[in-house]
């Protein structure tokens, strides 16, 4: 959230999290005072439900807040957390418990956790399942097990490995379950960005998804493609010249085929690119005479390919021709 100037409406707000790793809710504290770590009861559009404090209270501008503000009630007291350690340790027996019912009901689901509010008033059983459940029966069959408020919750993959946790390929805790609070977009094609290998079991977590981690460093490396030479450039190197095959971000490097075949290795801020054949490297585009694309062409309409030097960026550009010749003599 930005900060509040002086013309701004501001409103006081406290952030608080229902689970480990989970979203930042925020709330009214109403002139109350809390620390983070504190335990409180807050009014929820489900109900009472109790939250840790994560964000002590502050000030913020109200037109950052997207939802209308909802009460903390009180500090949870001794009690309330008692009765909350003690339904806690109820829910693997109730796990247990709807499993078997799963399996009496023949009902194509897989249960993934389950879990009791702070005071028992409502028990939650998160599953995931190929397509929609008719659970019907089995919702009335579990309120009269547990004769309290149930609710089934159908998750996706991520979820799952969220709410269970475990290590990732990279040996630590994985990030979903650590500190994400919510899930971005990924892509294959931030994968394809980054050169990584397109192999399922090399990029995907152990949810089956495309790794959260990829993301990560996926704006780095847009950046730093754009002030390197692109793909089929064409570079003077101290071993003369040839045609960029590969780029390396990491290493700031990019691979260089000579006239030979023979493919080397050199770091990017060396290269003084020669543009001297390819489309976007045109000499022509460089010196102001080519529209390449982006317009009109002083030799021809280069941007459709009818440009009278040559069709540019094909095999029937003369300036491109003109590469082995001009490469010859240096």
């Known amino acids: 959230m930005s900060l509040a100037t002086s013309t701004e409406k501001t409103v006081t707000i406290v952030g608080i999290r229902f689970r480990p790793a989970g979203r930042i809710y925020h709330f009214d504290p109403q002139g109350q005072t809390f620390t983070t770590g504190q335990y409180v009861i807050v009014e929820t559009v489900r109900g009472t439900e109790a939250g840790r404090v994560v964000i002590a209270p502050k000030k913020v501008a109200e037109s950052d807040l ?83 408020r149930i609710e089934l919750r159908q998750i996706g993959a991520r979820d799952q490995a969220k709410l269970q946790g475990g290590v990732g390929i990279c040996g630590k805790t994985l990030c979903c379950s650590s500190w994400i609070t919510e899930f971005g977009v990924v892509s294959i094609k931030m994968a394809k960005e980054q050169g990584l290998p397109l192999n399922p079991s090399k990029i995907s977590g152990v ?55 023979v493919t080397i290795q050199v770091p990017a801020e060396t290269m003084a690119e020669r543009r001297i054949g390819g489309c976007g490297n045109c000499s022509m585009k460089s010196s102001g005479g080519c529209g390449c694309g982006s317009g009109s062409c002083g030799k021809g309409g280069c941007g459709k390919g009818g440009c009278s030097t040559g069709q540019c960026g094909s095999n029937g550009c003369s300036v491109k021709k003109n590469f082995s010749t001009e490469a010859a003599t240096l």
Do not use: W
């Open 66 to 148: 997207s939802d209308p503000l909802k009460p903390v009630l009180r500090l949870a007291t001794e009690e309330e957390l008692r009765m909350m350690l003690s339904y806690k340790s109820k829910e693997k027996e109730a796990l247990m418990l709807c499993a078997e019912l799963i399996a009496q009901h023949n009902l194509p689901m897989k249960l993934v956790e389950a879990e009791y509010t702070f005071d028992g008033s409502r028990l939650t059983f998160y599953f995931t399942a190929d397509e929609r459940v008719d659970f019907r029966t089995l919702v009335r069959d579990l309120a009269a097990t547990f004769r309290t």
């Open 207 to 261: 949810c089956g998804r495309l790794l959260c981690c990829l993301a990560y460093e996926n704006d780095n490396y847009i950046q730093a493609k754009q002030q390197m030479p692109q793909l089929g450039a064409i570079l003077s190197t101290p071993s003369g010249p040839g045609k960029v095959v590969s780029i390396n971000v990491p290493t700031n490097s990019v691979e260089v085929m000579l006239e030979s075949g």
